[in-house]
């Protein structure tokens, strides 16, 4: 089969919007090419664009108690930004510099129907997947600087104009800037800069680094967002779902039991009857299957957890107390079980995973009593009893002889 040398032209960046076309393409074509994928700038989206809202009504909507609003503040000279996350009052306003802030207020859509109504022209997506339309008033210079959003936006011009700078660049940082409560991008370069008018839209995926500054005068954006759970919520969601659904008499079961070759282990026979019980799990990796089962079969049902101990003892007080022959006595209410990892070994204690090694984990899982005279101790397993002493799961007992 011969093999085509020509690559598929790259989709535009930049096109043309009219009454009929939003999108400047059909919503197929959009989603085909762009939705998820690439930004798109489309100039002219909503020709002859009506604000449903003006300023004025933003900023009373701002004061509701109940309003989702932010007023941000950015000092250029010393680069700080003030965030004032409301409830915003009249007076919030009076105090207002010149330029350089802007007002946020997200959900305008669950007050005001014509708002509501912008909505109307995004029928395409599952009306599910919209999260609201959030309005932004600024004077020249306002924006909330830098940043990369987790999901769909359209950004639709609604007043005067908005320099818009984004990176469409794969290896682009997206480290946050650590000194201000805003998640700025701590560095930005753009591949593509803007200018904005009233009727122009600007789609972004997620994860595109982007800044948007009012220029000029004052100007209104309206954001258009999606919503979409992480995976870590749909789990979450999903595993209390079924956990409501589920029988109580069906449980972990083990008819195939052989005799415990190691005390205390959790085996690879284990995870497998976990995998067999639980079939979504059986698309986890193993590691983690045994790390989360470890951890919750030694904090299932238990009705007491060691208390912890008021003074931390010293590593440099557990060597010499080991030294003189010291016991460690296994707290009664502390459940252990271990396992081995791809690399290494785990000891989980009610709940908690330590670092290990298989035979200080099989020891500590098999005696109540550990006596460690004679024994040799290498720095994982003192790191190991330390901390064990230290979270009461140990408890030291003196030796007598001196
Ligand atoms: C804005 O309207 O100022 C911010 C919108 C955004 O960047 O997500
Ligand atoms: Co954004």
């Known amino acids: 089969m011969a093999i085509s040398k020509t690559s598929r032209k790259l989709p535009p960046i930049e096109v043309k919007g009219s009454a009929t076309q939003p999108l400047g393409m059909s919503p197929a074509q959009f989603l085909r090419d762009y939705w998820q994928k690439r930004p798109l700038l489309i100039r002219n989206a909503f020709p002859d664009f009506k604000a449903p809202l003006e300023p004025d009504d933003l900023a009373g909507l701002a004061c509701e108690p109940a309003a989702l609003a932010r007023l941000i503040v950015h000092d250029e000279k010393r680069d700080r930004w003030h965030v004032n996350s409301g409830p915003l009052s009249e007076d919030d306003f009076s105090r207002t510099p010149e330029s350089n802030?802007?007002?946020?207020?997200?959900?305008?859509?669950?007050?005001?129907?014509?708002?509501?109504?912008?909505?109307?022209?995004?029928?395409?997506?599952?009306?599910w997947r919209v999260d609201d339309v959030m309005i932004s008033y600024a004077e020249p210079g306002g924006g909330v600087?830098?940043?990369?959003?987790?999901?769909?936006?359209?950004?639709?011009?609604?007043?005067?104009?908005?320099?818009?700078?984004?990176?469409?660049?794969?290896?682009?940082?997206?480290?946050?800037?650590?000194?201000?409560?805003?998640?700025?991008?701590?560095?930005?370069?753009?591949?593509?800069?803007?200018?904005?008018?009233?009727?122009?839209?600007?789609?972004?995926?997620?994860?595109?680094?982007?800044?948007?500054?009012?220029?000029?005068?004052p100007c209104m954006t309206y954001s258009i967002g999606m919503r979409a759970p992480s995976q870590a919520e749909l789990t979450g969601d999903l595993a209390d779902f079924i956990a409501e659904h589920l029988p109580?008499?069906?449980?972990?079961?083990?008819?195939?039991?052989?005799?415990?070759?190691?005390?205390g282990e959790i085996d690879r026979a284990v995870i497998e009857r976990i995998k067999y019980a639980l079939p979504f799990a059986a698309a986890l990796d193993d590691d983690m299957l045994r790390d989360w089962f470890g951890r919750f079969i030694t904090r299932y049902r238990n009705a007491q957890f060691p208390a912890i101990?008021?003074?931390?003892?010293?590593?440099?007080?557990?060597?010499?107390?080991?030294?003189?022959?010291?016991?460690?006595?296994?707290?009664?209410?502390?459940?252990?079980?271990?396992?081995?990892?791809?690399?290494?070994?785990?000891?989980?204690?009610?709940?908690?995973?330590?670092?290990?090694?298989?035979?200080?984990?099989?020891q500590l899982c098999a005696q109540r009593s550990l006596d460690t005279a004679g024994r040799k101790i290498d720095h994982i397993e003192f790191a190991l009893l330390l901390a064990l002493v230290n979270d009461g799961h140990l408890l030291l007992r003196k030796s007598r002889r001196r």
């Open 101 to 127: 802030w802007t007002l946020l207020v997200q959900d305008v859509d669950k007050w005001d129907v014509d708002v509501a109504a912008l909505l109307d022209r995004f029928g395409f997506l599952p009306s």
């Open 248 to 263: 109580e008499e069906l449980r972990y079961a083990d008819p195939d039991l052989k005799p415990a070759k190691a005390i």
């Open 309 to 362: 101990p008021d003074k931390p003892l010293a590593d440099g007080a557990l060597a010499k107390q080991l030294d003189a022959g010291a016991q460690l006595l296994r707290h009664p209410w502390s459940r252990l079980a271990w396992s081995q990892r791809r690399k290494g070994c785990t000891l989980f204690a009610n709940g908690q995973a330590y670092n290990a090694t298989p035979g200080m984990a099989e």
């Open 145 to 217: 600087g830098a940043h990369v959003d987790q999901y769909d936006v359209f950004l639709l011009q609604g007043l005067g104009q908005r320099h818009w700078a984004i990176s469409d660049d794969p290896m682009a940082p997206k480290g946050f800037r650590h000194d201000i409560e805003l998640k700025q991008l701590a560095q930005f370069e753009s591949t593509h800069e803007w200018l904005l008018e009233t009727g122009d839209m600007l789609y972004l995926p997620p994860g595109i680094p982007h800044d948007g500054v009012a220029f000029g005068g």
